[in-house]
């Protein structure tokens, strides 16, 4: 088996979901900190009141 040594691991790109539940300006206050990746990009958001799950494509 041939071993390749990646060095640059973290630079690879993955879909990460977190659930928060907070008020409404700290909410924000995360939005605006992540606006500050040059590099990251918000594809999805929701709010709700109730709750909120997530779900991998193919999962039943």
């Known amino acids: 088996m041939e071993v390749h040594e990646d060095n640059d691991f973290l630079k690879t790109e ?14 924000q206050q995360v939005k605006e900190y992540l606006d500050g990746f040059d590099d990251l990009s918000v594809i999805y958001q929701k709010s709700s009141g109730g709750k909120l799950y997530i779900k991998e494509k193919g999962e039943a």
């Open 14 to 27: 993955i879909t990460f979901a977190v659930v928060l539940r907070a008020d409404v300006g700290d909410v």
